[in-house]
T-cell receptor
Framework: DAGITQSPRHKVTETGTPVTLRCHQT?????MYWYRQDPGHGLRLIHY???????DKGEVSDGYSVSRSKTEDFLLTLESATSSQTSVYFC???????????FGPGTRLTVT | GENVEQHPSTLSVQEGDSAVIKCTYS??????FPWYKQELGKGPQLIID?????GEKKDQRIAVTLNKTAKHFSLHITETQPEDSAVYFC??????????????FGTGTKLQVIP
């Protein structure tokens, strides 16, 4: 499982509230990613990180921010959740110089 | 940018039969093509991959083929078993120059193996 955990695993929140999802890895990988998964869209990249305090946007970054203060933790924040952000969120890592990506177990977020 | 199309979106087969899932990609620079299996309530798991310098790769009951000229790649599962039931994703990836790994995923195929 590449030593990746995500918390919480499930969350229901109301429109307009802030939400933070956490990804934790135990293997010191430099590159970490946040994806969202929606029916008919596969997996789409929200943000990624290439080191502590080094992050960049993916293809669907609007409405999301990220932070990485420690190598092992990558946080995804929805500043003001909207119903369109109801989705399953996956964290992933890939070993430096490698093509392979390995995914965490996911967080199912419902915004009511 | 890269575009990956995956077909079919759903596939039902009898146990013991073969299953084939097909993908096409648009960017000729892509050179790495992983396949992921996602079971209900879990994250995608890398099950097999192929690089552009190889035409076919096998791992027990699973095989992948790649046609670079046509920009097609396929996943073949033989002697299907109920535990093969899952959603399968293909993906295409450009060369990793040491930076972050950009991956474009297909939209997934839900495979149901009927006992």
């Amino acid at each position: 499982d590449a030593g990746i955990t995500q918390s919480p695993r499930h969350k229901v929140t109301e429109t307009g509230t802030p939400v933070t999802l956490r990804c934790h890895q135990t293997e010191n990988h430099r590159y970490m990613y946040w994806y969202r998964q929606d029916p008919g869209h596969g997996l789409r990249l929200i943000h990624y990180s290439y080191g502590v305090k080094d992050t960049d946007k993916g293809e669907v970054s609007d409405g999301y921010s990220v932070s990485r203060s420690k190598t092992e933790d990558f946080l995804l924040t929805l500043e003001s959740a909207t119903s369109s952000q109801t989705s399953v969120y996956f964290c992933a890592i890939n070993p430096a110089g490698s093509n392979e990506q390995y995914f965490g177990p996911g967080t199912r977020l419902t915004v009511t | 940018g890269e575009n990956v199309e995956q077909h079919p979106s759903t596939l039902s087969v009898q146990e013991g039969d073969s299953a084939v899932i097909k993908c096409t990609y648009s960017d000729s620079a892509s050179n790495y093509f992983p396949w992921y299996k996602q079971e209900l309530g879990k994250g995608p798991q890398l099950i097999i991959d192929i690089r552009s310098n190889v035409g076919e790769k096998k791992d027990q009951r699973i095989a992948v083929t790649l046609n670079k000229t046509a920009k097609h790649f396929s996943l073949h599962i033989t002697e299907t078993q109920p535990e093969d039931s899952a959603v399968y994703f293909c993906a295409a990836t450009p060369p990793n120059s040491g930076g972050y790994q950009k991956v474009t995923f297909g939209t997934g195929t839900k495979l149901q193996v009927i006992p």
